[in-house]
């Protein structure tokens, strides 16, 4: 299997904290003078990998969203999993809403997921509160949906998780900044998942997806189950749109 459950890795080189502007890449000062807005403790010696910053949900929509799910989701699901960990900030918000028993985060970079651990800490999340899995999100769901009980044995008890219980979060790769150039963004093109991959590995979980803001409405409504509608939610801060959230009740059906 391309996935482990991983105690507390070490940081790495690539796990950076950048203290002034003139130590940032060029490419990422916009990010980093937006630091604040991403964690609000980024002093405390938050770290991310060069790529993490492009992907951060800023906190205030991150703590907004797990008030949101933590609604929207019926009191029967326990579990949360974000298959798209990256530097922990949707993850770290899911950990501190105290709305779930068990929260799995799965990241496929070793050096982004040290971040995601470091960065938990930073936010007084206790050790051992989320469950880290690191590699492929789509292997592992794989491994867990329902039916595939050959496999499924074979996964730590920590690991396991059930329709009944789960809710699945995914804030996927966007595949850069040209989603912007669209008035309304063609989900069958994001990079490096589409919209089909990302829904065909949801399902049959409740999930939630983390979209861009221009996002297809015919796309997405064409996620619904068959009798059950879905949840859109375009998540504002600072009187702009950051992302649209999708949330999708489960199937009654594989």
Known sequence: MSF???????????????????????????????????????????????????????EPVAVRIAQDLGTISPPAKSTIVDIFAGAGGNVIAFALSERWERIIAVEKDPATLACAQHNALVYGVPEGRITWVLGDCFDYLAAAKDGDAAVKDRLEPELQIDRATTTIFASPPWGGVSYRDHDVFDLSVMQPYGLKKLSQACEPWEYTLFLPRT??????????PEGKKIEVVQYCMEGASKAMVVYVPESETV
């Open 4 to 58: 482990k459950r991983v105690d507390q890795l070490p940081l790495t080189d690539e796990c950076k904290h950048y203290d002034s502007v003139d130590e940032v890449p060029w490419d990422l000062q916009k990010y980093w003078h937006q630091a604040y807005s991403l964690f609000q403790y980024y002093d405390d010696d938050i770290r991310l990998t060069d790529d993490a910053w492009f992907g951060v949900t800023p």
């Open 215 to 224: 996002s297809d409405l015919r796309q997405i409504a064409k996620l619904a």
